[in-house]
């Protein structure tokens, strides 16, 4: 519609003259990523003289690294696959770092000391979770009573709707397929007591997870530019400062990225938890909870946490309610859809729909929700590492002061976006940039 296009179209120009106002932290080389001259190679003339025509030779050329890379990729995944209980937090902790790395960063700026900045942030972080946690178990316990009653009550009520619903579901229907649940669990009462066992194993695991996460997570945010800068100078010396100045726009891609997603997450949590206690459902901050950490998952999470919401109303209030409630999850979708994620997720990162399912799927399959929650990021970072790779390959900066990876996959977006940028480099056309980008200005180059 006309409006929301307007709206959006303001929100964005207002974004775009914030982003203006905080540009791209500048990049700097460290001691050894310096890339030395290129060596002159002279090229001889070929002595050919295979018999195979050329094209079964690049056929055959192909088809080897192929095999190479799908065997690479198969020890890759199962060394991952083995080392999971190590990776999984160290990816966890990176994607917090992510998160509170620039409240870390504002610290030192102000003159203080790195290690006390990460763990004053880490300690922040570690009040902010367990609080949030504290009040949310506080009011399931609270509202258990009520709800169990509430239940039994909204039970009744949907076994009438049934009754009276074109289905034409009888009591004794209803009672013979409870009989047959209660049949299946104690048929499978092993299976349960091992599934109880196996919980218990995995607690320790998480226990194990959740130390390793924080010790991770502090020196990510006290050394975490020392630490990159050690990985780039294991590389060989030409593709040092590539390989440091593509993680840095990945960084910030990455950054920006679970920032727009713990704002969308958050718009997404307010608007279905006023529904949920406009309504009197029971639940509703755990509920609400719920869809904030659903989003994390984008498209897939928030909806099904939407759903958990929709089957507490109805089997809490009845069937009306639970209408309502499916409505009011539907219209926070469409707004999530349609004005936030091309609004706010876009100025972070540009994928195309069709990519973040398949890397949903994909990281599903691989490593079940833990692989749903960080395949979009790391797809994220690599679409802008890659990109930055290809188009610079020596090294130098992007001339538009933002990382590879932005641009939109909408053209109609993509050229309102030009336009605006057209419109602002003539309005500023005598204003210099600022110096503290890394943007090579008349063809001179950053370091």
Same mark, same amino acid.
């Given at each position: 519609?006309?409006?929301?296009?307007?709206?959006?179209?303001?929100?964005?120009?207002?974004?775009?003259?914030?982003?203006?106002?905080?540009?791209?932290?500048?990049?700097?080389?460290?001691?050894?990523?310096?890339?030395?001259?290129?060596?002159?190679?002279?090229?001889?003339?070929?002595?050919?003289?295979?018999?195979?025509?050329?094209?079964?030779?690049?056929?055959?050329?192909? *088809?080897?690294?192929?095999?190479?890379?799908?065997?690479?990729?198969?020890?890759?995944?199962?060394?991952?696959?083995?080392?999971?209980?190590?990776?999984?937090?160290?990816?966890?902790?990176?994607?917090?770092?992510?998160?509170?790395?620039?409240?870390?960063?504002?610290?030192?700026?102000?003159?203080?000391?790195?290690?006390?900045? *990460?763990?004053?942030?880490?300690?922040?972080?570690?009040?902010?979770?367990?609080?949030?946690?504290?009040?949310?178990?506080?009011?399931?316990?609270?509202?258990?009573?009520?709800?169990?009653?509430?239940?039994?009550?909204?039970?009744?009520?949907?076994?009438?709707?049934?009754?009276?619903?074109?289905?034409?579901?009888?009591?004794?229907?209803?009672?013979?397929?409870?009989?047959? *649940?209660?049949?299946?669990?104690?048929?499978?009462?092993?299976?349960?007591?091992?599934?109880?066992?196996?919980?218990?194993?995995?607690?320790?695991?998480?226990?194990?997870?959740?130390?390793?996460?924080?010790?991770? =997570?502090?020196?990510?945010?006290?050394?975490?530019?020392?630490?990159?800068?050690?990985?780039?100078?294991?590389?060989?010396?030409?593709?040092?400062?590539?390989?440091?100045?593509?993680?840095?726009?990945?960084?910030?891609?990455?950054?920006?990225?679970?920032?727009?997603?713990?704002?969308? *997450?958050?718009?997404?949590?307010?608007?279905?938890?006023?529904?949920?206690?406009?309504?009197?459902?029971?639940?509703?901050?755990?509920?609400?909870?719920?869809?904030?950490?659903?989003?994390?998952?984008?498209?897939?999470?928030?909806?099904?946490?939407?759903?958990?919401?929709?089957?507490?109303?109805?089997?809490?209030?009845?069937?009306?309610?639970?209408?309502?409630? =499916?409505?009011?999850?539907?219209?926070?979708?469409?707004?999530?859809?349609?004005?936030?994620?091309?609004?706010?997720?876009?100025?972070?990162?540009?994928?195309?729909?069709?990519?973040?399912?398949?890397?949903?799927?994909?990281?599903?399959?691989?490593?079940?929700?833990?692989?749903?929650?960080?395949?979009?990021?790391?797809?994220?970072?690599?679409?802008?590492?890659?990109?930055?790779?290809?188009?610079?390959?020596?090294?130098?900066?992007?001339?538009?002061?933002?990382?590879?990876?932005?641009?939109?996959?909408?053209?109609?977006?993509?050229?309102?976006?030009?336009?605006?940028?057209?419109?602002?480099?003539?309005?500023?056309?005598?204003?210099?940039?600022?110096?503290?980008?890394?943007?090579?200005?008349?063809?001179?180059?950053?370091?």
């Amino acid at each position: 519609m006309a409006w929301t296009r307007t709206a959006r179209e303001r929100a964005r120009a207002r974004f775009a003259e914030a982003a203006s106002r905080n540009p791209l932290p500048p990049f700097t080389a460290g001691p050894g990523l310096e890339a030395d001259s290129p060596p002159v190679v002279v090229v001889g003339p070929r002595q050919d003289s295979d018999v195979l025509p050329r094209a079964v030779r690049t056929a055959g050329a192909w *088809a080897g690294r192929f095999i190479l890379f799908v065997l690479a990729g198969y020890l890759f995944l199962r060394v991952v696959g083995l080392l999971s209980l190590v990776i999984i937090p160290v990816m966890v902790a990176l994607l917090l770092a992510a998160l509170f790395q620039p409240a870390g960063a504002a610290l030192v700026r102000r003159g203080v000391n790195r290690s006390l900045a *990460a763990g004053m942030v880490l300690l922040a972080a570690l009040v902010l979770v367990f609080g949030g946690l504290g009040l949310i178990i506080r009011t399931f316990i609270a509202q258990l009573d009520d709800l169990s009653a509430q239940v039994g009550d909204g039970l009744g009520e949907v076994q009438a709707w049934l009754a009276q619903s074109p289905l034409h579901i009888t009591d004794r229907q209803l009672d013979q397929y409870v009989e047959q *649940a209660r049949t299946a669990i104690t048929a499978n009462q092993g299976a349960v007591t091992s599934g109880a066992l196996s919980t218990a194993t995995t607690l320790g695991e998480v226990l194990t997870g959740f130390f390793l996460v924080l010790f991770t =997570l502090f020196f990510f945010l006290r050394d975490g530019g020392q630490i990159w800068s050690f990985l780039c100078r294991l590389l060989p010396r030409d593709a040092r400062l590539p390989t440091a100045r593509a993680g840095h726009y990945a960084w910030h891609t990455l950054v920006s990225y679970v920032h727009a997603t713990v704002l969308v *997450a958050f718009v997404d949590a307010v608007g279905i938890g006023i529904g949920l206690f406009i309504l009197k459902v029971p639940l509703a901050l755990p509920l609400a909870a719920l869809v904030f950490l659903g989003a994390f998952i984008p498209v897939v999470g928030a909806t099904v946490a939407g759903a958990a919401a929709v089957l507490v109303a109805l089997v809490a209030n009845g069937p009306v309610s639970a209408l309502i409630v =499916l409505a009011i999850v539907i219209g926070v979708q469409q707004l999530e859809g349609h004005v936030l994620q091309p609004l706010i997720m876009g100025r972070a990162v540009a994928l195309h729909p069709l990519a973040v399912i398949l890397a949903i799927a994909a990281g599903i399959v691989l490593a079940g929700i833990v692989g749903g929650l960080i395949a979009v990021p790391l797809l994220a970072v690599l679409n802008t590492a890659i990109r930055y790779l290809i188009s610079h390959p020596e090294g130098e900066p992007t001339p538009n002061r933002q990382p590879p990876g932005t641009e939109p996959t909408d053209d109609d977006q993509a050229e309102a976006e030009d336009r605006h940028q057209i419109q602002q480099r003539q309005a500023d056309d005598t204003e210099p940039p600022p110096a503290s980008t890394s943007v090579s200005v008349s063809g001179s180059r950053s370091p």
